[in-house]
């Protein structure tokens, strides 16, 4: 698609008071002019008038005029009229802003109360959205300022630049380069599907764990050698130990016969006791058990009456759902339905005018081509007939594949209206449903459940049985017999030797168990001595991947960047940086020369902007005017396909454009 200005007519636009309008060549218009004479203006307006912007990308700026003394004119409507040539087809834009004024009740003056902006094409009003749409439909904004702004490209972040030269260009496919390389075929089988930076970074992951645990190995071998060596020390005869703990049992079982001695003297009265603190547990059980019940017929209530109030919501929330997915359907069917029509027209079209072509022969073919005459008159119908017959079988076959075509849109069609009617009456049934469930909610809500403290306190069964329990409960608390005493005092002094004993026997079990300990930790080093040789094995199989995939990312780099900067006569792109580690970190850079864009003078970046210009209308197929300014600073401007405005600095006090229809 070719975009050209044929004329830009501001009205009270910025600082132009009334009416300015400009001519543009359809190859090379410059405009030229001292300072503040409105050269950039014309760049803002062309740009406003589609899009509603200045030059810089800004939709809030100065679009009123104002006086000498910078007071906004009033009351003046603010117009771009651009009348372009989209391939060959004249078409007019017009975006005008106006000032709306009112009178407020009970005042004389009329007041500034807000502005609205009136769209037209082609003469014809459209709204804000017909209008963007329209404009879309000529060329996008984001592929606008790209192609008609030479500075707009290189000062995009470098991954947004990146994106767009590896659209033009495409992915490059790692199974391409990895063709002929049994290495990085290999890696390919390994990774999966797996993004090629994702896997290194993955790799990173996993060596920088496994020189960690490597690290620690040694570390944890030390540790349990040096603790082996102070179990030695520490060690003692280990059969002296084991006739130890054997003499210091015997000690206890003596003890404990005299323990089961004293026991005797106190067993009848302990076992009365005993029965007595049975019955009056056996009270308190019963009446927690009765406790027990009420808090969890409170609980099971409640939870019952909860869990129906959220089964009940859920299914609620599930039929609603149903529903919206239900009405879905019916939209997308209806969609495609209109989609359908659209396609039917199409096929229409297409069916008359197959139906209505018939032959007509290429008078170019019946030329000999060795001494450009026409072949005899017999050869002549020969080859007419055949080639009757050749269009008349082509034409045929195309119309039996067009009734296939006619078939499958009425298939689609009718399924379409099925799913439609299936939506409706599901709709309707799940609607019904909600009704009654809304009603079962309400039921299940108005439910209410009695307190367990309320339970409690009216249950008299409940109350007998603690007054009982604490009766018997003072009974029991009176103090033993004397006999009773003095043999309870004489079993404890013996419980007391016993735990003495106890200890001493425990503390030689503890020296004894160092002979486990000991073999335990050999066993343990034996593991970790293990452990490292598998580690050292996987660290060098990670090494080994890792050097793999740097190759693979270092080749898949200079394709990438070979098929970018093909794209390209006077500039060059760095796509990554080459760190002096090894590491590769992507990156964006435009280059004249060798020469950085932040390095190189204005007219290298001018060059430059319209080479990138050139390589994005050639893969987009779309040239749009492009405006350069501060022309003054280069004298050789590279050709461009598009229509160029050169924006020039000269003495001039009022605007000149002069018009080059030679370039």
Same mark, same amino acid.
């Given at each position: 698609?070719?975009?050209?200005?044929?004329?830009?007519?501001?009205?009270?636009?910025?600082?132009?008071?009334?009416?300015?309008?400009?001519?543009?060549?359809?190859?090379?218009?410059?405009?030229?002019?001292?300072?503040?004479?409105?050269?950039?203006?014309?760049?803002?307006?062309?740009?406003?008038?589609?899009?509603?912007?200045?030059?810089?990308?800004?939709?809030?700026?100065?679009?009123?005029?104002?006086?000498?003394?910078?007071?906004?004119?009033?009351?003046?409507?603010?117009?771009?009229?651009?009348?372009?040539?989209?391939?060959?087809?004249?078409?007019?834009?017009?975006?005008?802003?106006?000032?709306?004024?009112?009178?407020?009740?009970?005042?004389?003056?009329?007041? &500034?109360?807000?502005?609205?902006?009136?769209?037209?094409?082609?003469?014809?009003?459209?709204?804000?959205?017909?209008?963007?749409?329209?404009?879309?439909?000529?060329?996008?904004?984001?592929?606008?300022?790209?192609?008609?702004?030479?500075?707009?490209?290189?000062?995009?972040?470098?991954?947004?630049?990146?994106?767009?030269?590896?659209?033009?260009?495409?992915?490059?496919?790692?199974?391409?380069?990895?063709?002929?390389?049994?290495?990085?075929?290999?890696?390919?089988?390994?990774?999966?599907?797996?993004?090629?930076?994702?896997?290194?970074?993955?790799?990173?992951?996993?060596?920088?764990?496994?020189?960690?645990?490597?690290?620690?190995?040694?570390?944890?071998?030390?540790?349990?050698?040096?603790?082996?060596?102070?179990?030695?020390?520490?060690?003692?005869?280990?059969?002296? &130990?084991?006739?130890?703990?054997?003499?210091?049992?015997?000690?206890?079982?003596?003890?404990?016969?005299?323990?089961?001695?004293?026991?005797?003297?106190?067993?009848?009265?302990?076992?009365?006791?005993?029965?007595?603190?049975?019955?009056?547990?056996?009270?308190?059980?019963?009446?927690?058990?009765?406790?027990?019940?009420?808090?969890?017929?409170?609980?099971?209530?409640?939870?019952?009456?909860?869990?129906?109030?959220?089964?009940?919501?859920?299914?609620?929330?599930? *039929?609603?759902?149903?529903?919206?997915?239900?009405?879905?359907?019916?939209?997308?069917?209806?969609?495609?339905?209109?989609?359908?029509?659209?396609?039917?027209?199409?096929?229409?079209?297409?069916?008359?005018?197959?139906?209505?072509?018939?032959?007509?022969?290429?008078?170019?073919?019946?030329?000999?081509?060795?001494?450009?005459?026409?072949?005899?008159?017999?050869?002549?119908?020969?080859?007419?007939?055949?080639?009757?017959?050749?269009?008349?079988?082509?034409?045929?076959?195309?119309?039996?594949?067009?009734?296939?075509?006619?078939?499958?849109?009425?298939?689609?069609?009718?399924?379409?209206?099925?799913?439609?009617?299936?939506?409706?009456?599901?709709?309707?049934? &799940?609607?019904?449903?909600?009704?009654?469930?809304?009603?079962?909610?309400?039921?299940?809500?108005?439910?209410?459940?009695?307190?367990?403290?309320?339970?409690?306190?009216?249950?008299?069964?409940?109350?007998?049985?603690?007054?009982?329990?604490?009766?018997?409960?003072?009974?029991?608390?009176?103090?033993?017999?004397?006999?009773?005493?003095?043999?309870?005092?004489?079993?404890?002094?013996?419980?007391?030797?016993?735990?003495?004993?106890?200890?001493?026997?425990?503390?030689?079990?503890?020296?004894?168990?160092?002979?486990?300990?000991?073999?335990?930790?050999?066993?343990?080093?034996?593991?970790?001595?293990?452990?490292?040789?598998?580690?050292?094995?996987?660290?060098?199989?990670?090494?080994?991947?890792?050097?793999?995939?740097?190759? *693979?990312?270092?080749?898949?780099?200079?394709?990438?960047?070979?098929?970018?900067?093909?794209?390209?006569?006077?500039?060059?792109?760095?796509?990554?940086?080459?760190?002096?580690?090894?590491?590769?970190?992507?990156?964006?850079?435009?280059?004249?020369?060798?020469?950085?864009?932040?390095?190189?003078?204005?007219?290298?970046?001018?060059?430059?902007?319209?080479?990138?210009?050139?390589?994005?209308?050639?893969?987009?197929?779309?040239?749009?005017?492009?405006?350069?300014?501060?022309?003054?600073?280069?004298?050789?401007?590279?050709?461009?396909?598009?229509?160029?405005?050169?924006?020039?600095?000269?003495?001039?006090?009022?605007?000149?454009?002069?018009?080059?229809?030679?370039?």
């Amino acid at each position: 698609m070719v975009i050209q200005i044929q004329m830009l007519t501001m009205r009270n636009f910025k600082g132009v008071l009334g009416e300015r309008k400009i001519e543009f060549s359809p190859t090379v218009t410059q405009v030229l002019g001292a300072n503040k004479t409105g050269k950039t203006t014309i760049a803002d307006a062309f740009r406003w008038c589609l899009f509603g912007k200045n030059s810089e990308g800004k939709s809030e700026f100065g679009i009123k005029t104002k006086d000498e003394e910078g007071n906004v004119l009033p009351e003046l409507s603010h117009e771009v009229e651009v009348a372009l040539l989209v391939d060959g087809k004249e078409v007019v834009l017009k975006r005008v802003y106006v000032e709306k004024w009112t009178k407020p009740r009970q005042q004389e003056e009329r007041k &500034l109360t807000g502005h609205t902006t009136n769209y037209f094409v082609n003469g014809d009003k459209y709204t804000e959205k017909d209008y963007k749409a329209y404009i879309d439909s000529i060329c996008t904004e984001s592929l606008f300022v790209c192609i008609t702004n030479p500075n707009y490209f290189t000062n995009l972040p470098d991954d947004k630049q990146r994106a767009l030269l590896t659209k033009m260009v495409g992915e490059v496919s790692l199974e391409s380069i990895a063709d002929g390389n049994e290495a990085f075929t290999q890696l390919l089988k390994e990774i999966d599907g797996e993004e090629l930076v994702a896997f290194l970074q993955h790799l990173s992951y996993k060596k920088k764990e496994v020189k960690e645990e490597l690290d620690r190995i040694p570390v944890r071998i030390s540790e349990q050698r040096n603790e082996i060596a102070t179990l030695i020390d520490e060690g003692c005869n280990w059969v002296e &130990l084991e006739k130890d703990i054997a003499s210091t049992e015997q000690a206890i079982e003596r003890i404990d016969e005299e323990i089961a001695d004293r026991s005797k003297v106190i067993d009848s009265e302990y076992k009365a006791r005993r029965n007595e603190r049975k019955a009056v547990n056996d009270l308190r059980e019963k009446a927690d058990n009765i406790e027990f019940k009420h808090r969890k017929d409170f609980n099971t209530e409640t939870n019952e009456r909860q869990n129906t109030i959220s089964n009940l919501e859920s299914k609620l929330r599930n *039929l609603r759902n149903q529903i919206a997915q239900e009405k879905d359907s019916k939209e997308k069917a209806q969609a495609q339905l209109k989609a359908i029509e659209s396609e039917k027209e199409d096929f229409r079209n297409r069916w008359q005018e197959l139906d209505s072509s018939h032959f007509v022969a290429n008078e170019d073919e019946l030329v000999c081509p060795t001494c450009l005459r026409r072949y005899e008159q017999g050869k002549v119908d020969v080859m007419l007939a055949e080639m009757e017959r050749a269009f008349n079988t082509q034409k045929a076959s195309k119309l039996e594949a067009m009734q296939q075509e006619a078939a499958d849109i009425k298939q689609r069609t009718k399924k379409l209206n099925e799913r439609i009617e299936g939506a409706d009456a599901k709709q309707l049934e &799940l609607q019904q449903n909600e009704n009654e469930l809304k009603q079962e909610l309400e039921k299940a809500k108005a439910v209410t459940v009695l307190t367990a403290a309320e339970r409690i306190e009216n249950d008299a069964e409940l109350k007998a049985l603690r007054e009982e329990a604490e009766a018997r409960t003072q009974e029991l608390n009176k103090p033993d017999t004397d006999a009773t005493q003095e043999a309870s005092k004489m079993s404890e002094s013996l419980k007391k030797d016993k735990e003495e004993l106890r200890a001493k026997r425990d503390a030689l079990r503890d020296k004894l168990n160092t002979r486990t300990i000991i073999a335990n930790k050999n066993k343990r080093i034996t593991e970790l001595e293990g452990q490292e040789k598998k580690l050292n094995e996987q660290l060098a199989e990670l090494e080994r991947q890792e050097y793999t995939a740097e190759e *693979l990312v270092k080749a898949n780099i200079e394709v990438l960047e070979q098929r970018v900067n093909s794209l390209f006569g006077f500039v060059q792109f760095t796509m990554f940086d080459h760190r002096l580690n090894g590491a590769l970190k992507p990156m964006c850079e435009c280059t004249v020369k060798g020469v950085p864009y932040s390095d190189l003078n204005n007219a290298d970046r001018i060059n430059a902007g319209i080479d990138i210009i050139n390589a994005i209308c050639n893969f987009n197929n779309v040239y749009a005017p492009c405006f350069i300014d501060n022309a003054e600073s280069i004298n050789d401007v590279m050709p461009m396909q598009s229509q160029c405005i050169q924006l020039i600095v000269s003495r001039d006090k009022q605007l000149v454009t002069i018009h080059n229809n030679n370039d």
